[in-house]
């Protein structure tokens, strides 16, 4: 059945619908010898689809994939780095990191820790990431001095930031210290550093950030052990379809993962 290409990439686990699109605009994909355009389609069982020079063939159509990392500081949530920093793949074993097509869905700047998703299921990584989409994000964080009420309160409410205005926020106040004061903050919108640029402009710079949980999905689940940091863990079956609630046509059954990857 013919598909965008930007579409058959991303459902192959080649990379995400939003880097497949880029992929064609610079050139890089070629269908049926000739190079793609955006929002061309094409059936996988009877067209040539070649990226890099590289065809894609329908047994080359991996299993797709999904992790929990717990990111530790320092390591950078993207695939390669032009700086040569460590990214989350390299805390992956080699046989996962390679030939696989894993990403992170969404990103943890360097300096912050905590859940970040890994997998090789382009649409689902189009879904989560779409802005349409408010998946919920929960993060803990460490503030300096002690936050006050009205502060609390416009949080909650939302500030401007970028000349728009954040939607509302949970932001609850789990500890205090004469100096400093432990938030636990609900986001449903994830813009480039927010609760970092938020706490700046309420003027609490952020010491220390940590997420905690995305969706219903945790670093510390109740009644498990909780995730190390640096370490990754399959997600449960009933994590996947969780995170899939909402997506169109209906999920397939979801594929078993091997003893290999469950370690």
Known sequence: MPERVQKILSQWGIASRRQAEQMILEGRVRLNGTVAELGQKADPECDRVEVDGQLIQIVDRPQFLYFLLNKPAGVISTCDDPQNRKTVLELLPKNLRQGQGLHPIGRLDVESTGAILLTND???????????????????????????????????????????????????????????????????????????????????????????????????????????????????????????????PPLEKLPAQTKEQRR
């Open 122 to 248: 382009g649409e689902l990584t189009h879904y989560l990431t779409h802005p349409r989409h408010h998946i919920p994000k929960t993060y803990e964080v460490w503030v300096e001095q002690e936050v006050s009420r009205s502060v609390l309160q416009q949080w909650r409410e939302g500030v401007i930031l970028d000349n728009r205005k954040t939607l509302p926020a949970s932001v609850n106040v789990l500890r205090r210290t004469p100096s400093s004061t432990l938030l636990r903050v609900i986001l449903r919108e994830g813009r480039n550093r927010q609760i970092r640029r938020v706490a700046e402009q309420l003027g609490h710079p952020v010491i220390q950030l940590h997420r905690s949980a995305i969706g219903e999905i945790q670093i510390n689940p109740p009644g498990r052990p909780a995730l190390p940091t640096g370490h990754y863990r399959p997600l449960e079956d009933f994590e996947i379809r969780v995170l899939k609630q909402g997506m169109n």
